[in-house]
């Protein structure tokens, strides 16, 4: 049973801190790895895709994985209140066509 | 460009009726995947289709059923609906069957009583 897990949270962070949130899969024959996020009662929107070791950069979002250690991570810098939401780590392994595995999500809240 | 499309947006049904719901994807993009999300939980993988024919099938009972057509959208059956299939649906769009990016359309929340 491939599986990805999440701490639940809630993870809470002053405006303006980095948050972080962190993801671990089960199965080493992994290929592809996303973060979304997710806004109450909305449906997941892609923020970021990392497919190879080491970390990717987008704006305020920084996804690093280490494949050794079954480890998937989402940097958010200068955090504001409208990053409050639920972050989705996805998973696709090799042979599964474009199934993705969810974990159950971390969620974030910003505060004032 | 527009985004993923689904209809209907809510849905309430009675046990054992059936339903259908519909997903057009981005344009240009050739796979549907659907996805079933019940509260608290991450999306699960019920069926992804290519280019009409079926890529993947998740775990879930033959009361569900899916068909993609020419134009690339997609149809989600669910027969015989327990209280238990209350959930948000989801169609997610890609452009290839086993790489990219999927993106989601906004889901179709069904509701059984």
């Known amino acids: 049973q491939k599986e990805v897990e999440q701490n639940s949270g809630p993870l809470s962070v002053p405006e303006g801190a980095i948050a972080s949130l962190n993801c671990t899969y089960s199965?080493?024959?992994?290929?592809?790895f996303f973060w979304y996020r997710q806004y109450s009662g909305k449906s997941p929107e892609l923020i970021m895709s990392?497919?190879?070791?080491g970390d990717k950069e987008d704006g305020r979002f920084t996804a690093q994985l280490n494949k050794a250690s079954q480890y998937v991570s989402l940097l958010i810098r200068d955090s504001q209140p409208s990053d409050s939401a639920t972050y989705l780590c996805?998973?696709?392994?090799?042979?599964?066509?474009?199934?993705?595995?969810f974990g159950t999500g971390t969620q974030l809240k910003v505060e004032l | 460009d527009a985004g993923v499309t689904q209809s209907p947006t809510h849905l309430i049904k009675t046990r054992g009726q059936h339903v259908t719901l519909r997903c057009s994807p981005i344009?240009?993009?050739?796979?549907v995947s659907w996805y079933q999300q019940v509260l608290g939980q991450g999306p699960q993988f019920i069926f992804q289709?290519?280019?009409?024919?079926?890529?993947g099938r998740g775990n879930f009972p033959d009361r569900f059923s899916a068909r993609q057509f020419p134009n690339y959208s997609s149809e989600l059956n669910v027969n015989a609906l327990l209280l238990g299939d209350s959930a948000l649906y989801l169609c997610?769009?890609?452009?290839?069957?086993?790489?990219?990016?999927?993106?989601f359309g906004p889901g179709t929340r069904l509701t059984v009583t």
């Open positions: 997610a769009s890609s452009q290839a069957p086993g790489g990219g990016e999927q993106y």
């Open positions: 996805a998973v696709r392994y090799e042979g599964g066509g474009n199934k993705l595995t």
């Open positions: 990392i497919y190879s070791n």
């Open positions: 289709y290519y280019e009409k024919e079926e890529r």
């Open positions: 199965d080493r024959v992994s290929q592809s």
């Open positions: 344009s240009g993009h050739k796979s």
